[in-house]
């Protein structure tokens, strides 16, 4: 959302975006931490008029580092991680391990052993693989660990629409139609070193409409029941995973993800009512709708080509390597003018990276008003899968991140130098 201050610039959690430029410099990752707040702070509103259990766990793949852990766990969220860089990362941050879910789909020996040795709350276990080693590692131990089942659930959802394919063909989860999450099931029941919470569904990204979730409920509690009528299991806890979709451009109409939890909340309630079964708590797993709109990408404006009769470029000191998603999904985005947010348009550009290659443009048709080299452009709704995506292509160090609150501005991660480049280069001579 774009803010403007009484000289006209772009605020981001009450501080001056082109101050904030000049004191961390570009490219900068700015948060407005107040917006990460609201996100959580809304969605324990919805749970707590479902009267439902619950847990809000932040899919950190969308943006690990210290800082976010640490107000996760201020808004009272639990966490994903998919890796033990993840993990590590929240052990650095003080996060309390047993609010900590443990996803992926081929978490090495290592990573497990890790979870164990951490004490995380939950591992979600994603295929008989994992089922396998992590019973081998619990042999010999006198412990029980928590743990849910990831379930294909043959739903697949994608902005407006989800598909019910049956079998789906996915990397991720056991899958249903074939009697394989059903063995799992069998196996981790009979496994006394294992406690199953649950059951795990994760239907897609980005999503802008509740019926794929509405399906995946009604599928997830007609399969609880009919397992627990067989094995006489019931699960405490189903899981719904994230994908709640957020605003990049004007054509994105998101829903706020409350409105996510309560339909889902209610059909829950409803198909329970229909089983035997008891009300489980419902988790969900939120990385986008949390951070993403919180985020604002800042960089300077640097070389101008026009080519008559096609377009003008406006190249800017990032691209590719701070923000690869418009060139892996085609992603679309907006930026501003950070000096003139709300300035009469004078002409219509393309944003171009920095960095060697073609593709590198960020945005492709952008509106601004009159700039010149030197202006601070904010690319806006950056917050997620933007950091934690970034690469370091053509040698150039990943940018700092800031957090900025109530006007004050914090700088969270540094900005990676030319030694932090070569720090893990050895000579060869
Ligand atoms: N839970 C599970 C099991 C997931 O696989 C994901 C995302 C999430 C939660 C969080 O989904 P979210 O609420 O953030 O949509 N790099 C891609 C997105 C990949 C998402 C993968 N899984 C992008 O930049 O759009």
Redesign the pocket.
């Known amino acids: 959302m774009v803010k403007v201050n009484s000289q006209g610039h772009l605020t981001i959690g009450g501080c001056d975006a082109l101050t904030l430029a000049k004191e961390f410099g570009t490219p900068l990752y700015v948060y407005d931490v107040g917006q990460i707040r609201k996100q959580f702070r809304q969605l324990h509103r919805a749970f707590a008029q479902t009267g439902l259990k619950y847990a809000i766990s932040y899919?950190s793949?969308?943006f690990s580092v210290k800082a976010i852990d640490q107000v996760v766990a201020q808004e009272h969220g639990h966490l994903?991680v998919v890796s033990a860089g993840e993990l590590m990362t929240a052990v650095a941050a003080g996060f309390p391990m047993k609010n900590i879910s443990f996803?992926g789909n081929n978490k090495t020996p290592a990573e497990l052993e890790l979870a164990l040795k951490q004490h995380v709350g939950t591992i979600i276990i994603d295929n008989f693989y994992e089922l396998e080693l992590l019973a081998q590692l619990l042999d010999n131990k006198n412990t029980r660990v928590n743990v849910m089942l990831r379930l294909a659930p043959g739903i697949s959802a994608h902005t407006h629409e989800y598909i019910q394919t049956g079998q789906v063909d996915s990397k991720?989860g056991f899958d249903l139609a074939s009697g394989q999450a059903e063995k799992a099931l069998q196996l981790v029941l009979a496994n006394p070193h294992l406690n199953l919470l649950g059951y795990h569904a994760?239907i897609g990204?980005?999503i802008m409409a509740v019926d794929g979730f509405t399906a995946l409920v009604k599928k997830m509690v007609q399969l609880a029941n009919t397992w627990y009528e067989k094995y006489g299991y019931q699960p405490q806890v189903l899981n719904f995973?994230?994908?709640?979709g957020i605003k990049y451009t004007a054509e994105d109409k998101p829903l706020e993800p409350a409105a996510f939890v309560s339909s889902m909340a209610k059909t829950l309630k409803d198909e329970i009512a229909n089983t035997s079964l008891k009300l489980p708590a419902v988790w969900i797993?939120?990385?986008?709708?949390i951070v993403g709109e919180a985020g604002y990408s800042l960089y300077t404006i640097g070389a101008r080509k026009e080519i008559p009769g096609v377009r003008t470029y406006l190249s800017v000191d990032g691209g590719m390597g701070d923000n690869i998603?418009p060139a892996l999904?085609q992603?679309q985005y907006r930026a501003v003018l950070a000096n003139n947010p709300l300035g009469k348009i004078h002409e219509t550009v393309t944003i171009a990276g920095r960095y060697c290659e073609s593709g590198d443009i960020l945005i492709e048709k952008q509106e601004l008003p009159v700039n010149a080299p030197g202006d601070i452009l904010a690319v806006l709704a950056t917050g997620?899968?933007g950091y934690s995506?970034a690469s370091n292509y053509n040698r150039v160090g990943r940018p700092a991140v800031v957090f900025a609150e109530d006007g004050q501005a914090k700088l969270v991660v540094k900005r990676e130098n030319s030694s932090d480049l070569t720090r893990l280069d050895l000579d060869y001579e």
Request: net charge positive.
């Open positions: 899919a793949k969308a994903d996803h991720f994760h990204s980005q995973g994230g994908g709640f797993e939120p990385g986008r709708s998603r999904y992603a997620a899968y995506m």
